[in-house]
C-alpha cells in the first residue's frame, strides 16, 4: 500500500482524490483463475488472516478494509486485468460485480473508491 500525495496524481484523479489516499497495484501477469485472482488481491490489500478465499469473503474485504488506517479513499491499478477477463470470463463476470459494488458501497459512505484497469 502507497499513499499518494496530490501531486503525484495525475490531473484527473486530482478531482477525484483531493487529498491522501490508500493506492494498490494489482499485477494481472500472475493472476490465472479465481485462486490466483484472489490470492492477488488479498496479498495486496493485506486482507486479514482470515480471508476466506471466496467471493463472499472477497465481498466482505472489500467493503471493510479497517485494517488500512492511512486514508478513507482507495484507488486500485490492475494491471493486464483482459488476461482474467477472457480467460475467465464466468469468474470475470463475478469479481467484476464485486469490484462495482465496493464502489458504491464505498461511495455510499461518502469515500472513495476508484478501480482503475490497464
Known amino acids: 500500500m502507497n499513499a499518494l500525495p496530490m501531486m503525484g496524481l495525475p490531473n ?3 478531482k ?3 487529498t491522501q489516499i ?8 500472475v493472476i490465472e ?3 490466483t485472482f484472489l490470492t492477488e488481491f488479498a496479498e495486496k490489500l493485506k486482507f486479514p ?3 476466506g478465499m471466496n467471493w463472499d469473503a472477497f ?3 472489500l467493503t471493510d478494509l479497517s485494517w488500512i488506517d492511512s486514508a478513507n479513499d482507495f484507488l486500485i491499478v490492475y494491471k493486464n486485468s483482459q488476461k482474467f477477463r477472457t480467460h475467465q470470463p464466468e469468474d470475470w ?3 467484476n460485480g464485486i469490484l462495482l459494488e465496493a464502489m458504491d458501497y464505498w461511495n455510499e459512505q461518502g469515500s472513495k473508491m476508484v478501480i ?3
Open 59 to 61: 465481498s466482505d474485504c
Open 16 to 18: 477525484i482524490f483531493p
Open 33 to 35: 483463475d479465481k485462486q
Open 12 to 14: 484527473q484523479l486530482i
Open 22 to 29: 490508500a493506492s494498490f497495484f494489482i499485477d494481472g501477469d
Open 116 to 118: 482503475v484497469l490497464l
Open 49 to 51: 488472516h482470515y480471508f
Open 93 to 95: 463476470q463475478i469479481a
